[in-house]
């Protein structure tokens, strides 16, 4: 019998793929003390702009990783990122060419800024994933040295009860060698894992082909506002069809309509006679009407097919998928690096307690059951938002298909300086407000919760009526759902709900005024586990305090209650008023936010004992 070939590199976990997602799990790995090697088949990180818009929660996130302040540096000023603006073209000289359709504040800028600053510290962040990743890599790779291997691709993956072997070719020297690996975080995109594994993945296949222009050019003489975050051309062709073009500006150096570099992008229909690249510029400068004279240096030009899918499974043994390889939809509403973010995130600290000891397998199994309904969620509406858009062509009057000349009067008329042209622009408004499904969303973006997967000590409490279009947010501390944001002072000094966990992994406990009996349970519940729990009686005599009065509106419960938070800032326990034995109730949320709610819970007993970890 043949012996087992010796791998030549153990980590307990690999990391399959270099972009948003893979770069997440790298980070928030290293800093929970989990050693990582992470493998991108690219020689280097994204060369196309992408994703920019980065919402609220996925700050949070880096900024609990440490990168938000570096993100916010290199991303366009608040004031270049307020609204969305929607126009007619670009140049051209028609009484309909160069005109201003819609304008609407957009991610948390403009008249939307008060609002989602009251759900959370963090304000959005604008920047593209060609300079997004770079900056992630770098953080990556100093808490990781030796530990990010660019232009090396996984070939082969086998699993058996201890573990998991990857096969990855080195494609600079064409070597190859074996990793031996815990579990695999596939964050490849879909492009291997999920095939190798045969996952399949579920819901609205290819329907589109989506194509990106990486261009420079100075459009300040066409862009009217110097604080749209996009711009969306809708043309009037000579065909009498509107042709659309999202033209977005990408800096890096100046911003808005001033910006050096943009994305221009647009849909066709999938199997549609291909086009070269001389073609696709011709008729993205046919779309915004620009001056056969203005200058345009394309950088690149990229296609990708858009699908509405999600995959069947996000864990196969000891594999889990996050990112676009367990979801694919198309980029309206800016909700596809987020998710990924926000699904390593999710993960991370699980791998980690499990690979310590400290939490059972079964934890693992919560990633899946937690993670694939909002990535379900999210894919329906950007699926929505993107079908949506149809109905601002119906708003303008434009008919496709009708003769040119109806459509050149309707869209004349639309300008006019009449009673019918003030009519049918107010019309047009009521079409373009649907829109902000796409662009104000914030209850989708931070109302999603985990109380129905099983992960969580319920409480018994209803969940919070939900607003349909996803705009309205209702912070609330049931079990489940994300921390409410509320300003706090800490000896003085004003911090965020969210900066009170005060080590990547740790637990938080926050009790009423009258809530010490929660903390000492905690305290002695951190050394019994081996888990670090911070804890505060915030307004008693600690050092934490709620001068604003806010989080006593959200927390739901008196001053003799308390909430247990997770390690990635979702509350697993409410206690709602003091009861008979603080430290049974903490034990069992513990145990249940572990995967370990099988075990018999010692209460005020001694209980089985670990090291000691740290407490608040």
């Not at 290819?206 to 969306?232: G, K, M, Q, Y």
């Not at 966990?501 to 009258?514: I, K, Y």
């Amino acid at each position: 019998m043949n012996a087992t070939p010796t791998p030549d590199r153990h980590v307990p976990v690999l990391i399959v793929g270099g972009g948003g997602s893979g770069l997440t799990a790298s980070l928030a790995l290293s800093d929970l003390g989990v050693e990582t090697l992470l493998i991108e088949r690219h020689p280097t990180t994204s060369v196309q702009p992408k994703a920019h818009i980065l919402n609220a929660r996925t700050m949070e996130i880096f900024d609990h990783l440490g990168v938000a302040e570096d993100i916010h540096r290199e991303g366009s000023p608040a004031e270049n990122r307020a609204a969305m603006v929607w126009l007619s073209s670009l140049g051209g000289d028609a009484p309909y060419d160069r005109q201003v359709l819609h304008r609407t504040s957009a991610y948390g800028g403009g008249e939307l800024a008060e609002r989602y600053a009251l759900a959370s510290a963090q304000p959005h962040a604008n920047l593209g994933q060609r300079w997004l990743e770079p900056l992630l890599r770098r953080h990556a790779e100093k808490r990781a040295p030796g530990g990010l291997l660019f232009h090396h691709e996984l070939t082969a993956l086998d699993e058996d009860p201890d573990g998991v072997t990857a096969t990855v070719l080195d494609r600079g020297s064409g070597r190859t060698f074996t990793v031996r690996a815990a579990y695999v975080v596939a964050a490849d995109g879909g492009k291997t894992i999920g095939r190798l594994r045969s996952i399949p993945m579920e819901g609205t296949p290819t329907f589109l082909e989506w194509i990106n222009l990486h261009v420079r050019a100075d459009f300040s003489a066409f862009i009217p506002c110097d604080d749209t975050v996009v711009n969306r051309v809708s043309s009037l062709a000579e065909d009498g069809t509107l042709q659309h073009c999202g033209v977005v500006p990408m800096g890096p150096d100046r911003w808005g309509r001033h910006s050096e570099e943009w994305t221009l992008m647009f849909s066709r229909p999938p199997g549609a006679a291909d086009l070269d690249d001389d073609t696709i510029v011709a008729m993205v400068r046919r779309t915004l009407k620009l001056p056969d004279d203005h200058p345009m240096d394309v950088e690149s030009i990229s296609r990708w097919p858009v699908e509405g899918t999600v995959a069947r499974r996000f864990r196969s043994g000891r594999v889990f998928l996050v990112g676009d390889a367990a979801h694919r939809h198309p980029p309206s509403g800016a909700l596809g690096l987020n998710t990924g973010v926000q699904d390593s995130h999710n993960l991370a600290w699980k791998l980690a307690l499990v690979l310590a000891g400290t939490a059972d397998d079964a934890l693992l199994d919560t990633y899946e059951s937690e993670r694939r309904p909002v990535a379900r969620r999210v894919v329906e509406r950007a699926l929505f938002s993107l079908f949506n858009q149809i109905a601002f062509t119906a708003g303008t009057g434009v008919v496709q298909g009708a003769h040119p000349d109806w459509n050149r009067a309707q869209m004349t008329a639309l300008f006019s300086d009449t009673p019918d042209g003030e009519t049918r622009r107010a019309v047009l408004r009521e079409y373009f407000d649907t829109n902000r499904i796409t662009t104000a969303h914030l209850g989708l973006e931070m109302g999603y919760d985990y109380a129905d997967a099983g992960s969580v000590t319920s409480d018994g409490t209803p969940r919070p009526p939900q607003d349909p279009l996803g705009l309205e947010y209702e912070q609330t501390a049931r079990p489940g759902s994300r921390l409410p944001h509320a300003w706090l002072t800490e000896d003085g000094t004003r911090t965020g709900t969210h900066r009170l966990h005060r080590a990547p992994g740790s637990f938080l406990l926050l009790a009423g005024a009258e809530g010490t009996a929660w903390v000492e349970a905690a305290r002695l519940l951190s050394r019994r586990y081996g888990v670090r729990i911070d804890a505060y009686a915030v307004g008693g005599e600690g050092t934490v305090a709620d001068p604003e009065g806010r989080w006593r509106k959200l927390r739901g419960h008196d001053e003799h209650g308390a909430v247990l938070v997770r390690p990635d800032g979702f509350v697993t326990m409410r206690e709602r008023s003091a009861c008979a034995d603080p430290v049974r109730v903490v034990e069992q949320a513990l145990l249940t936010a572990l995967g370990r709610d099988r075990e018999a819970v010692a209460g005020d007993g001694p209980g089985p004992r670990t090291e000691e970890g740290d407490a608040g």
